[in-house]
C-alpha cells in the first residue's frame, strides 16, 4: 500500500480513529472525520479544548485507521503521521472545506462561522508518513 493508495480511499471514507499520546505514554483513541484536503494531507477538525490537541502540542506523531462502511470485513487503511494545528482565524477556510466534504452545504454559512469561531474550532493537519496493511494476517 502506498500513501496515494490512503488518499485516495479517503476521498470516499470518513469514518476514522485517531490515536495519539498522553503525557504518561498511553494512547489516547477518538473517534474522527478525516478528509483529504488538497495538497494530499489528512484534515480532522476540533474543539479547541480538547485533549487530543493537548496531546498532539507535545507529540505531533499521531497514527489513524479510517475504515469502510461496514465494521466486519470492511476495508481499511492505517497511517502514520505528523499533525499540525491550525487554529482560527487561519482555519476557516479548511473548517468551510472539510464541512463541504463530509455533510455537504450549510444552510447559513455565517451561522456556521459563528459556531466554529464560538466554539474555538481548529483543524489537525496530518502528513501521511507511513501507511498499511501491507500484509494480511
Do not use: C
Amino acid at each position: 500500500m502506498e500513501i496515494a493508495d490512503v488518499q485516495k480511499f479517503l476521498a470516499d471514507n470518513h469514518r476514522g480513529v485517531l490515536v495519539t499520546r498522553k503525557r504518561d505514554g498511553w494512547p489516547q483513541i477518538t473517534l474522527v472525520t478525516p478528509v483529504i484536503d488538497g495538497q494530499g494531507r489528512v484534515i480532522i477538525t476540533s474543539r479547541g479544548t480538547t485533549y487530543k490537541l493537548k496531546n498532539i502540542r507535545r507529540d505531533p506523531r499521531v497514527s489513524m485507521l479510517v475504515m469502510g462502511e461496514e465494521f466486519s470485513g470492511s476495508k481499511y487503511v492505517q497511517f502514520h503521521g505528523t499533525a499540525e494545528i491550525i487554529s482560527q482565524p487561519e482555519a476557516m477556510d479548511l473548517l468551510i472545506y472539510w464541512q463541504r466534504q463530509v455533510k455537504g452545504e450549510h444552510p447559513n454559512w455565517d451561522e456556521h462561522r459563528e459556531t466554529m469561531k464560538k466554539e474555538q474550532r481548529v483543524v489537525i493537519r496530518i502528513n501521511i508518513e507511513k501507511v498499511g496493511p501491507n500484509k494480511r494476517g
